[in-house]
């Protein structure tokens, strides 16, 4: 059975980092791209960022370019995203998910809720 | 960015058939492909696929659900619609980056 677990978040105030987890088990974790969506409360989906099987290509919405960095680590099957400079904004619950062909997200995690707020 | 539009609800009764349409600012068609996805949200629970490249059943969806259109219109059909059913619907574009979701249709019962 295909898991997303995500886990780290939390309150942080604003200005401040945020490391989000996401551990994989049920498939092989190197042979997907991942990707990291997002969701204000009572508010649709927003994609946040994806990443290539190997860590090597990586992309982001423009929102949250030089202030998110997302990668993985295949060893561990874990995806990371790392939120720097947070912002009031960037509050929602991020799930990750994974790549089946490149931009459809066929498994979600159960997601991770951060709240940015001082 | 690729904007989708949908209707921000539909009430259907059970048994009937529901509709839920999705249009894009431009086409997310290829020569090969119709990159456009519909996923499944109920109230606190992940989002689910549906349907990919606008026809393709994902994996243990069950048949009542069904994908149609290219280019610019797309259509998610729940035929008969079950009490189950009741969810928010997303479509998603994959034509292009950002990739981009439509706002969201909630599927309401009569």
């Known amino acids: 059975e295909v898991q997303l677990v995500e886990s780290g978040g939390g309150l942080v105030q604003p200005g401040r980092s945020l490391k989000l987890s996401c551990a994989a088990s049920?498939?092989?974790?190197?042979?997907?791209?991942m990707a990291w969506v997002c969701q204000a409360p009572t508010k649709g989906l927003e994609w946040v960022a994806s990443?290539?099987?190997?860590?090597?290509?990586?992309y982001y919405r423009d929102s949250v370019k030089g202030r998110f960095t997302i990668s993985r680590d295949n060893a561990k099957n874990t995806l990371y995203l790392q939120m720097d400079s947070l912002r009031s904004e960037d509050t929602a619950t991020y799930y990750c998910?994974?790549?089946?062909?490149?931009?459809?997200?066929?498994?979600w995690g159960q997601g991770a809720s951060v709240t940015v707020s001082s | 960015d690729i904007v989708l539009t949908q209707s921000p609800a539909l009430a259907v009764s059970l048994g009937q058939r529901a509709t839920i349409s999705c249009r894009a600012s431009?086409?997310?068609?290829?020569?090969?492909?119709?990159?456009m996805h519909w996923y499944q949200q109920k109230p606190g629970e992940q989002p689910k696929l549906l349907i990919y490249?606008?026809?393709n059943l994902a994996s243990g969806i069950p048949v009542r659900f069904s994908g149609s259109g290219s280019g610019t219109d797309f259509t998610l059909t729940i035929n008969p619609v079950q009490a189950d059913d009741i969810a928010t619907y997303y479509c998603?574009?994959?034509?292009?980056?950002?990739?981009?979701f439509g706002s969201g249709t909630k599927l309401e019962i009569k």
């Open positions: 998910a994974r790549h089946n062909n490149f931009g459809v997200m066929d498994a």
């Open positions: 049920g498939f092989t974790f190197s042979n997907y791209g």
């Open positions: 990443i290539s099987t190997g860590g090597g290509n990586t």
């Open positions: 431009q086409s997310v068609s290829t020569s090969s492909y119709n990159l």
């Open positions: 490249d606008a026809s």
């Open positions: 998603q574009q994959s034509r292009e980056l950002p990739l981009t």
